[in-house]
């Protein structure tokens, strides 16, 4: 049976990239460009020097952490559609907690205390959808998307106000002090150490999920609550932990990105990141150590398909289309696995029946 799910996994994710691709080639074609060289130009464009091909690993990171804080969820049969919000509020933290402590301790003190205020802020953001989850029955997935315009809301105030740069001109903060970037891993690279940390939470949730009490119980919600409560889990403890966890998750990718890239928060950016997360985590089944891997494609997709549109003089919406297409795809794969594997549960009934 493990077999077969595996081999149904690999199969549909890769005729999902592929078929997303190839819808992108005629979208190409449209525009009179030959996709067989666009392609080309992406994949050598990746590996052309060191810097391009660590930042697809840069790219990679709050990717990483964003489809964590969908597949956690998942697994307690829940959905966590506002890990874009629970990034903006982390971001909103790091920036502020960087910016206020910067000047008064030192450098590795502060993204210590910034890391910790964003994993706090970011899983009380999602743990109040856990909580009205538990306490009203509400739907969690309206709740942690509407949550994301809320969030939106706060950043956008907060960059017209309290955070916005000493000249008051445009909605950003005033750039973050040397001292409190992320360290880089790779010298002349922008690739910081907030990778690592991506990479090391994925081990760290597959341990949680698959190796610890608290994981199995999460588990068995998912996959029957009133079963699980009645054995004595506390289901809607487990909602509201659930979510804390997952808006953690997401609320360190906005730590990442302000301390270890932008060095500054700006209005708006990185608007895709949640949903790209969302996919992610279909094409890693949810597997959080499948989920480095996935995110890692993504990220090659992302920065080869910037520098094809530079040098193919390709429009730069087609990029996002073809990421669309691929993430659009993946999706689709998960509904075909489901079916595969309910056609593959009624034949062994069929034949249990026949016996």
């Not at 990239?17 to 190839?22: A, Q």
């Not at 597997?287 to 530079?310: D, E, R, S």
Request: proline share 3%; hydrophobic share 55%.
């Amino acid at each position: 049976m493990m077999q077969a799910k595996l081999r149904d996994l690999l199969i549909t994710n890769i005729l999902a990239i592929v078929l997303g691709l190839v819808a992108s080639g005629l979208m190409l074609l449209f525009l009179g460009k030959n996709p067989i060289n666009a392609y080309s130009v992406l994949i050598t464009s990746v590996v052309r020097d060191g810097y391009t091909f660590a930042d697809i690993f840069v790219k990679a990171t709050p990717l990483m952490f964003t489809a964590l804080a969908f597949a956690f969820t998942y697994k307690a049969n829940l959905y966590n559609i506002g890990a874009q919000g629970q990034f903006y509020i982390g971001a909103i933290i790091a920036a502020a907690g960087s910016l206020f402590l910067q000047n008064i301790l030192p450098g590795w003190l502060v993204l210590i205390i910034t890391l910790l205020l964003t994993i706090v802020g970011g899983g009380l953001w999602g743990a109040f959808v856990g909580f009205v989850k538990a306490k009203y029955n509400s739907n969690e997935f309206l709740v942690s998307m509407m949550s994301t315009y809320v969030a939106l809301a706060i950043m956008n105030y907060s960059l017209r106000t309290f955070l916005i740069e000493g000249k008051a001109e445009y909605p950003q903060t005033d750039a973050l002090a040397a001292s409190v970037w992320l360290p880089r891993i790779i010298p002349g690279t922008r690739l910081h150490i907030g990778f690592v940390l991506a990479v090391l939470a994925c081990v760290g949730v597959w341990v949680l999920l698959y190796k610890t009490t608290l994981g199995y119980r999460i588990r068995a919600v998912g996959y029957n609550a009133g079963a699980a409560e009645m054995s004595g889990i506390n289901a809607k403890k487990l909602y509201i932990l659930a979510f804390f966890i997952s808006g953690a998750l997401a609320g360190v990718a906005g730590f990442t990105e302000v301390n270890g890239v932008q060095h500054m928060l700006v209005q708006g950016f990185n608007p895709d990141l949640g949903a790209a997360g969302i996919g992610i985590a279909i094409l890693a089944n949810g597997n959080p150590i499948g989920i480095i891997f996935a995110a890692t494609l993504f990220g090659a997709l992302k920065v080869g398909g910037t520098i094809m549109g530079q040098m193919s003089g390709i429009p730069s919406s087609i990029i996002e289309l073809m990421q669309g297409f691929v993430m659009v795809f993946v999706i689709l794969s998960y509904f075909v696995r489901t079916w595969l594997e309910n056609n593959r549960e009624k034949r062994k009934l069929q034949k249990a029946v026949a016996k």
